[in-house]
């Protein structure tokens, strides 16, 4: 059967050149990077190297690098970290942020009783930065903001340096879910004044189960596991040497193939939507496509209610991979949270779907993806 593969916001498939490294580590430094012997020490030093060239992507140390088992572990490390660490007394969020973030605060809020506002979001999906600059400085409570750089579902961006400047004015801290992001663009966080972000490999054709948080030195987090002296003691836990030598390597081929991706994969996504308009003249798009994030599409189909479950089993059916919300929630039949936020109450009901690309995509997937919605 014919595979078309564009749910690339969901995971992204791995590098070859990834899995020869990582299959490489595998077979030969399998020591336990906290061993005093060389095969320990090989391991460690693997490890290390990776830090160090992660690191050098983002343009700042190795030690502001802490590695974890996934993008939510780091989310929930950093949140949970500052409300206890650093006596945040508010979060500033928005309702569109990944459930990673959403249900953390959520939990938090009851758990600390801190104070939680959500900034308000436009209708394309990108937050009111009027509003958050009045929630700053309505209050003098310690808070710490945590917006998302790239939404998942609709491809919304936040301004980062923005951000970051106003957050700093205001003396709150900031947090950013780069999940989306990074490996995709560049960052040089000695420009941009944020405290912390984090990322996930298998978003950037990396594996899965690896991910980090940047935590800016000098703010001093506690941990949230208790063991062993690794991470310096923040993340206890043998490292996972051949994930996280995967992801430096995955980072760093992203990097040096970004421009050439972003245009290949840009060019996809315009041909997309024109097409789209093409075969379906009441197509709408969710957010504001000329201002989304390069690699996600959200499409609103001019089809009856009825037809919303049945669209992605008929898809399915043709080998073609896309989702309707995010990943987590793409087998529910609630409407999404994001899409909810932005649409109206008739909207919301119509069927929705998130088509995000690869490199590893061509024009005949998207011909073939279209072909198969004309068919229902
Ligand atoms: N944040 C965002 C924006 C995501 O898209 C995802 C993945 O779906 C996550 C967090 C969670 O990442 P992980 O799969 O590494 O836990």
Known sequence: MKKV????????PIRAEVITLMTKVLLEDYGNPSSA?????????????????IAKEFNVSAQEIIFTSSATEANNFVIQSCIRDLKIERII?????????????????????IEVDYVNVLHTGNV???HLS?????????????????????????????????????KAYFHSDTVQSVGKTTFDLQEIPIDFIVAS????????????????????????LFGGEQEKGMRAGTECVHNIVGMAKALELSQENLVEE?????????????????????VKFNGDTSETFFNILNILLPF???????????????????????????????????????????DILKPSLRISFSHYNTLDDVDYLIENLKLI
């Open 304 to 346: 009856s209610k009825e037809k919303t479950t049945m669209i992605l089993f008929h898809l399915d059916m043709k080998g073609i991979a896309v989702s309707r919300g995010s990943a987590c929630q793409s087998g529910s039949a609630k409407p999404s949270h994001v899409l909810f936020e932005i649409l109206n109450s008739e």
């Open 262 to 282: 972003k245009k290949y994969i840009s060019n996809l996504k315009e041909y997309t939507i024109t097409q789209l308009k093409l075969h379906f003249t009441d």
């Open 37 to 53: 012997h060389f095969i320990g020490r090989n391991a460690k030093n693997a490890v290390e190297i990776s830090r160090k060239s």
């Open 134 to 170: 009045e929630l700053l400085s309505n209050s003098k409570a310690k808070t710490l903001v945590s917006l998302m750089h790239v939404n998942n579902e609709i491809g919304s961006v936040l301004d980062l340096n923005r951000i970051a400047k106003i957050c700093k004015q205001n």
């Open 201 to 224: 490999a298998h978003k950037f054709h990396g594996p899965k189960g690896v991910g980090f948080a940047f935590i800016r030195k000098g703010i001093a987090l506690n941990p949230i």
């Open 93 to 113: 969020s928005s309702k569109i942020e990944h459930h990673a973030v959403l249900h953390t605060i959520q939990i938090l809020q009851k758990q600390y009783q």
């Open 128 to 130: 009111d930065v009027v």
């Open 5 to 12: 593969y564009l749910d690339n916001a969901a995971t992204t």
